[in-house]
């Protein structure tokens, strides 16, 4: 059987049972039995037993009345476990079905300590592990081992100094450390074990809602940006600190347990590091983790089109080919206009010039009828035409080299080599432009293996500009364009 890992959950996903605190309307909390599930990578859900406060009504004459089902929205509730522990639900609803029994539905739930009675629970601290993150750490927990060489000698293990590391800025503080667990009761089984995770201090307290959108999710996004593929969350801690950024003390710590919060820590190894290498290393990358935190809000809040759309895909659910195929097609679009929209809007402004010249020479030169003018105006468009396959060159230029070639030995470049329509240059980008308007607009379909091929070559397109976005390096962009990092 394994081991648990040196990353220890409060409570393992399980059943428990419960003491339901429900609110009722003369400020009041009524106390009623019940269960709580708490599951891994699932909403929690529970069941109260008992009389539901606020189910009856009076009616005229006197007795009561009441319809079922019944709904009511809380935006906090709490029930005791019978182990001590308190369960925090946030935005949960209560349904009764009868008036003795409910169940109720939350986004998430919060394992620790009692609730601080806030009408908004702040908290300050968040600890954080992502699948293979160790891969991104750039250093072992450990420097060196020793095994005996007679009877008498001694095994040891020295930790490495460095495998715990910090940043901070203004605002916050980014620790990159190891928990560790050590077997020593057994005089037959002696292991020492290492689990990477992340904790973010806060100067200021924060919802839990901002702890998700500014560190949670983009943390994770980075994690599988650098491994170029999905990673989960196996773990979330939030809660409050005791003392200055970097201490180890807790004043309120609350294991969080909702959808895709997937309840498995795990123990670093050798082998998985090997087997899932990482572009990014936050030991000797330029750019610090906190800081490219910090880059990838900045570009989230200009709503850069990479971020939302290729930085949604990273963490979203494997998308059909062509969906695929039209979202990265739009990413690099999007980019490209993002980046040169001051070079875009001072050509625009010259073309408009050059337009209405160009008109009043045409009016000035001939009797052409008011109706005439009309649809020549209509129709002699305002702004440059610029078009995907021109972007899309551009874009693949400003990323190490590769991906044009790659494209052009697809399957779907030779099917449309020799496609009648505007043949213009007929390179991968303008045959991409092709497919683009035949798939968006219903013209023509094509074989899923082969939107499969390009739809791989041009994410590693987007994931190359997405790091540079984020001050990656060169390299980092290279491995992935050639996709060593696979």
């Not at 990273?314 to 001051?342: C, D, I, M, S, Y």
């Not at 449309?416 to 798939?439: G, M, W």
Request: glycine share 6%.
């Amino acid at each position: 059987m394994d081991e648990p890992a040196a990353l220890k959950l409060a409570l393992p996903p399980d059943t428990y049972r419960c003491t339901w605190k429900i609110p009722n309307s003369e400020g009041g909390i009524d106390e009623l039995a019940g269960d709580i599930h708490l599951r891994a990578n699932k909403s929690p859900r529970g069941d109260v037993y008992g009389e539901i406060p606020e189910i009856w009504e009076p009616m005229e004459g006197g007795g009561k009345s009441a319809d079922f089902p019944q709904e009511k929205d809380h935006p906090i509730l709490t029930c005791d476990l019978v182990n001590g522990r308190v369960v925090t639900l946030l935005d949960a609803q209560v349904f009764a079905f009868a008036s003795d029994r409910a169940t109720v539905f939350a986004r998430c739930a919060l394992v620790g300590d009692p609730p601080s009675g806030q009408d908004e629970l702040r908290f300050n601290r968040i600890k954080i592990q992502i699948g293979n993150i160790s891969s991104i750490f750039g250093v072992a927990p450990t420097r060196r081992t020793s095994l005996p060489a007679v009877s008498d000698d001694v095994w040891s293990v020295e930790r490495e100094p460095e495998s715990s590391q910090w940043w901070e800025d203004s605002g916050a503080s980014f620790w990159m450390a190891y928990d560790s667990s050590l077997t020593a009761a057994d005089p037959y089984h002696f292991r020492v074990r290492f689990s990477p995770v992340v904790i973010i201090d806060l100067n200021d307290g924060a919802t839990f809602d901002e702890l998700l959108e500014q560190w949670l999710s983009p943390l994770q996004n980075i994690v599988s940006l650098a491994l170029g593929k999905r990673q989960e969350v196996t773990f979330l801690a939030i809660g409050t600190r005791r003392a200055e950024p970097r201490s180890v003390g807790w004043s309120s710590k609350y294991q969080v347990f909702g959808y895709g919060l997937h309840q498995e820590p795990f123990d670093a190894t050798l082998k998985d590091v090997i087997r899932n290498p990482a572009v990014m290393n936050w030991k000797t990358d330029a750019k610090n983790p906190l800081e490219v935190l910090r880059t990838w809000s900045a570009l989230r809040e200009q709503h850069n089109p990479l971020i939302e759309t290729y930085g949604t895909l990273l963490t979203a659910q494997p998308q059909h080919p062509r969906a695929k195929v039209l979202l990265l097609l739009q990413a690099l679009e999007g980019l490209h206009g993002f980046e040169n929209k001051e070079k875009e809007a001072e050509l625009s402004l010259a073309h408009r010039d050059r337009r209405l010249e160009m008109l009043n020479e045409i009016f000035s030169a001939t009797s052409l009828s008011g109706k005439d003018k009309r649809f020549l105006k209509r129709n002699f468009t305002s702004r440059p035409l610029v078009s995907l396959d021109a972007r899309l060159r551009e874009s693949f230029s400003v990323i190490p080299e590769g991906v044009m070639s790659a494209l052009a030995s697809t399957s779907l470049m030779e099917t449309l080599a020799c496609d009648p329509r505007e043949p213009k240059i007929k390179d991968p980008a303008d045959i991409l432009r092709l497919a683009r308007n035949d798939l968006s607009h219903g013209n023509r379909g094509y074989p899923i293996q082969d939107l499969e091929e390009v739809a791989e070559i041009l994410e590693k397109a987007a994931r190359a500009h997405l790091l540079r976005c984020l001050g990656g390096s060169q390299a980092a962009q290279a491995h992935v364009i050639k996709g060593e990092d696979n």
